[in-house]
């Protein structure tokens, strides 16, 4: 009797801390953080999966007549990482760095760090339980979307940074990029492909952080693995693939869609078409592998990062 009545205060201390750690708060800046480190590391997979889906794109809108324009300059992850620092400099696989770390900072913390929020606002408690799926998937669609609408200025500028690399730079930095889009293409260019946009971050959305959500709570609501790193890379790696297998077709569009030039395209689904008519349905999955390794690793570290930041996080508020 002695000996339980001790421990109370232990259980009491832990669940004190629980609250805390779970506060949107922590989340929001847990999530942007995260999202930077992940963004960080796999940059090079990213610009890679971004020269292979725009390339080809030139013979939309060109009449080929010259049997060399259809040697693809790229071929695999690999091939395209070592052609890109063969004939751009290392440097040209980070291009587009520091507007993709305003894009996470921006868009991680909304759609990741307030996902759990609005899923409560929804009515799903987050116990898995009775996983509510279709509230789940409200939810994501709905952080993703009000993420896009916020600030898709952000990802038109790392999109066209990473497109030119470092040798044929269209700008001299992302402030650079920021100020003469606006004054080339005013707002629209600024938020150009928001809808193609709010499509596949709602898809990327609800594949990662849903798929996340729902792996995650299956195995702690059936206790067959615990709250840590090996339930954190499960969970990841599931949510990775699958955000590449439905995601793939919708980010090429837009990838082509925010790339492209003024009056090249009347909207994303003319975009979408004319890929289609002129490139066939494979093109939808260019860069299919480099995207999985992108996705995939970029979730690992993404989800791994958030959640041990979330709990140093209320370890040093806790403590202070």
Request: glycine share 8%; net charge positive.
């Amino acid at each position: 009797m002695t000996q339980k009545s001790a421990e109370k205060p232990v259980v009491a201390a832990n669940d004190s801390f629980k609250p805390f750690e779970t506060t949107t708060g922590v989340k929001f800046v847990s999530a942007g953080l995260a999202a930077s480190v992940a963004e960080i590391v796999t940059m090079p997979i990213d610009t890679s999966k971004v020269r292979l889906q725009i390339q080809g794109e030139s013979a939309i809108t060109t009449a080929v007549t010259d049997s060399t324009a259809h040697v693809k300059k790229y071929r695999g992850l690999f091939g395209t990482l070592m052609t890109i620092a063969r004939e751009e400099g290392v440097r040209s696989l980070y291009s587009g760095l520091v507007p993709a770390i305003h894009r996470q900072l921006a868009f991680a913390s909304i759609r990741i760090g307030l996902y759990d929020r609005v899923k409560e606002i929804y009515g799903d408690d987050g116990s898995g339980k009775h996983p509510k799926v279709l509230t789940k998937i409200a939810a994501s669609i709905t952080t993703g979307t009000l993420a896009v609408c916020l600030f898709q200025c952000t990802d038109v500028v790392k999109i066209r940074m990473q497109a030119s690399g470092v040798k044929n730079a269209r700008y001299t930095g992302a402030f650079n990029a920021y100020r003469t889009i606006y004054i080339q293409e005013g707002v629209n260019g600024l938020w150009k492909g928001s809808f193609a946009n709010i499509a596949r971050l709602s898809l990327v959305n609800v594949s990662e952080v849903v798929v996340y959500d729902i792996i995650k709570s299956f195995f702690l609501a059936r206790q067959l693995l615990h709250d840590n790193v090996p339930l954190h890379l499960v969970s990841a790696f599931g949510a990775g693939f699958a955000a590449t297998v439905i995601a793939s077709p919708v980010d090429v569009v837009k990838t082509r869609f925010m790339n492209s030039p003024p009056g090249q395209y009347k909207s994303a689904l003319q975009c979408a078409v004319a890929t289609m008519k002129h490139n066939g349905p494979t093109a939808f999955y260019k860069g299919f592998t480099p995207n999985f390794m992108r996705l995939g690793s970029w979730n690992i570290v993404m989800f791994l990062t958030y959640e041990q930041l979330k709990r140093a996080i209320a370890a040093l508020a806790s403590s202070s």
